[in-house]
Structures are given as structure tokens and as C-alpha cells.
């Protein structure tokens, strides 16, 4: 099809998929929303999924540029990224995160960390402007329509696995919630470390 390029659609979407990782989102979001309404729950999971798709599609749009005009290279987003994950593991790890005051603790969900940097992470906006910068070598408008479609794909994936997490809530329970927030809390840890490790790399490069 000469308005939409197949194989970079394919591409992206298995990349984004890999990075974003839809399943492994649910015990970190259901660590942090296990013990709230459904309601709250199902608002969580839209914001968090629509806070992602505004920063994948800004730096779509522009990222070379926000970058270039910064002076803020992929290491640096890397660090950042995991520097915030680890404040957050760590809230986990040691039950703060679980007792926050409920209306502050709503908002910073949606908007730290599941829409970003869990979701909209440095290696979904990396991974973006490269695609975005291969659309734009190799098929031009076919390649946009396609990183375009890609994206909306996963991000309706994303909200899919968020949505329908309460069927795990009925499961485990409440003490299930609270184990699942110490492991949530390490995996983070884990992921952060491996951002800032991939930071130092990218510096030393």
C-alpha cells in the first residue's frame, strides 16, 4: 500500500510492545491501585495510558528537535528515567508509596511513574525517533501513517491490560496487592539500574 508502509508498521509495533511491555505493567499499576475503587482504578489506567501516548506522540512529532534544542542527548533521558523509577522502587520496597494521602497519590499515579517513565520510558522515546527518523529516509508519509498506527496499537494494548487488572485484584486480595507491590518495588529497582547503567554507557560512547 503506497499510503502505509507494512514492514515498519510490523517493526515498530513489535519494538514498542517489547520496551512498553504491556503485561509487565500490571503488578506495578495494580501495586499502586490495588487498594483503590474500581473507578479509580479504570480513571488510573486511562490517564496513565493518555499521559503515554502524549509524550510517545510528542516526541514523534518533534523529539529530534526538543533534543537538539536542549542539548539533552538519549543518555541523559536514560538517567533521568532511571533515577526517578529508583525513588519510586524504593517508596515500594518500603511501604511509603502505600500511604500517601489518596488525592495526591491519584493524580501522581496517572502522571509519575505509570504514564511516565514506566510507560513513556526512555527507550519507548529512543526507539520512537528512530523509527520516526527511518520514515522519514525511507518511505516518507507511508512511513509517518505507519509509526502513527504503531503506536495507537500499542498504547490500546496498554490500556486493554490496565483495564481489565481488577480480574487479577479478585484473585490475590489484599495481601496478594501488598507482596505484589514489594516485587513490583524491586523490579523497578532493577529496571532503573539497568537505565543508568545504559546512561554511563551511552556517556563513555
Known sequence: MSWFDVQIFTHALITLLVIM????????????????????????????????????????????????????????????GGLLLLLIALDLLTGRGMTEPEAVEDVNI???????????????????????????????????VAVGAAILAVHLILWLCLRYSGVVIRIIKDSGILLLAKIAGLLLAAIAVELIANSVKGFMQ
Open 110 to 144: 496517572a502522571l509519575v511513574p505509570l504514564g511516565t517513565p514506566l510507560l513513556a520510558g526512555p527507550g519507548a522515546i529512543a526507539a520512537t525517533i528512530v523509527f520516526v527518523r527511518q520514515a522519514d529516509n525511507d518511505s516518507g508519509t507511508a512511513g509517518y
Open 21 to 80: 511491555d504491556p503485561p509487565g505493567t500490571i503488578p506495578v499499576f495494580l501495586s499502586l491501585t490495588g487498594r483503590k475503587t474500581k473507578a479509580t482504578r479504570l480513571r488510573a489506567a486511562r490517564q496513565a495510558v493518555l499521559v503515554s501516548l502524549g509524550v510517545i506522540t510528542l516526541f514523534a512529532i518533534g523529539g529530534e528537535a526538543i533534543l537538539s534544542y536542549l542539548g539533552i542527548g538519549i543518555p541523559s533521558l536514560q538517567g533521568a
